[in-house]
């Protein structure tokens, strides 16, 4: 299996998050895609790509082109206000504020397009996350041409990241960018399955009203866990999507194979879905030792999902996600790319 390596992730290096109000070392950290790397060269997994930059048209297609001006220039904003270091934001426009004004003020615009403070905007953020978004795209231009399968190696992820919000370590929605992308490629259907522990907030919102792409997530329940605002199971699609979401949330002590149980649910939906390409958001989080997340996950789950998706038998896109046991995440995203290789 090819891979395509956004070798620019390096430029989002946040040293810290804030959490429980306080700032805490950083879990989204470059190492992670360090030790990504080192594990698909040892392993021979394929030839390392690097990425052909498409332009900023396909991002726009699923981000309001205002929120990607904002995301580009946001830490020169930062610091031409007085900001030091990271951005961080700390005003939301909730229930009954209005977000359809954009406010002069920079913190006040940083809080309109986010949705939490744990996510550090970094100098080099936008630069890091518009270059996984060209992976993505590269890769995908990869499938079309006949790849059975391509992985994209890159960070921050992307499926917390809203048509015009970040959060959760993501800014730009990789596989939506890509799952769109191929759409207008002249596909007619694409799936996505998300595999990551926490469930795909921006990615569901983005198709929750089309038919055209069917999203699939199985992640701990959001009564307990991140993004904790959506990923219910009455969450099924509206309008012409009715009928093409399908969330599958779990309790944090879920047996091992009852969270294979829900995956065979979730591809049982995309089957009848007859999708001309899949697209994985790859998270590793549900890896048992994950310092962030509550599954059980190990190497020959891993290994048992990869096989399991090759059987589903679709073109397959794989976006890396979550994952955050930094030193165990190589050798987790390989087991899972390895048993799709047979
Ligand atoms: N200190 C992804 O896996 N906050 N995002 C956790 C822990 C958010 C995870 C707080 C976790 C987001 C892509
Ligand atoms: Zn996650």
Redesign the pocket.
């Known amino acids: 299996m090819q891979t395509v390596y956004n070798a620019g992730h390096a430029q989002h290096a946040a040293t810290h998050?804030f959490?429980r109000g306080r700032l805490?070392p950083a879990?989204?950290v470059p190492a992670r895609a360090d030790y990504i790397l080192g594990a698909v060269q040892k392993a021979g997994l394929g030839e390392v790509l690097v990425p052909v930059d498409h332009g900023r048209a396909p991002l726009e297609r699923v981000h309001a082109a205002r929120y990607l001006r904002f995301i580009a220039g946001a830490h020169t904003e930062w610091l031409a206000t007085g900001g030091e270091g990271d951005a961080f934001p700390a005003v939301w426009p909730v229930r009954t504020l209005r977000s359809d004004v954009e406010p002069a003020s920079f913190a006040a615009r940083l809080g309109l397009y986010s949705m939490?403070s744990?996510t550090p905007l970094t100098a080099g953020s936008w630069a890091a996350a518009y270059a996984g978004a060209q992976a993505s795209l590269t890769a995908l231009d990869l499938v079309l041409a006949g790849q059975r399968s391509v992985y994209v190696l890159t960070r921050p992820?992307g499926?917390?990241a809203g048509a015009d919000f970040f959060g959760?370590?993501?800014f730009i929605n990789n596989a939506a960018v890509a799952a769109q992308a191929a759409r207008d490629a002249g596909l007619k259907r694409v799936a996505i399955l998300d595999v990551?522990?926490?469930h795909g907030n921006g990615t569901q919102a983005i198709f929750y009203d089309r038919a055209d792409v069917f999203y699939a997530s199985v992640h701990g329940d959001p009564r307990t866990e991140?993004?904790f605002f959506l990923g219910h199971a009455d969450e099924t699609g509206a309008g012409e999507g009715a009928g093409c979401n399908a969330n599958f949330p779990l309790p944090v002590d879920v047996a091992n194979e009852d969270w294979f149980a829900a995956l065979e649910q979730a591809l049982a939906r995309l089957t009848a879905y007859r999708p001309e390409l899949l697209v994985v958001s790859l998270?590793v989080?549900t890896y048992g030792g994950d310092p962030?997340s509550h599954f059980k996950l190990d190497e020959p789950e891993f290994r048992r999902m990869g096989r399991r998706l090759a059987a589903f038998g679709a073109p397959t896109l794989f976006i890396q996600?979550?994952?955050?046991a930094t030193e165990a995440i190589g050798r987790n995203v390989v087991a899972v790319l390895g048993g799709f290789e047979g």
Do not use: Q, S, T
Request: hydrophobic share 20%; with cysteine; charged share 25%.
């Open positions: 998050e959490f805490v879990f989204e939490d744990g992820p499926h917390h959760g370590y993501c990551d522990y926490h991140f993004p998270g989080d962030i996600e979550g994952g955050y």
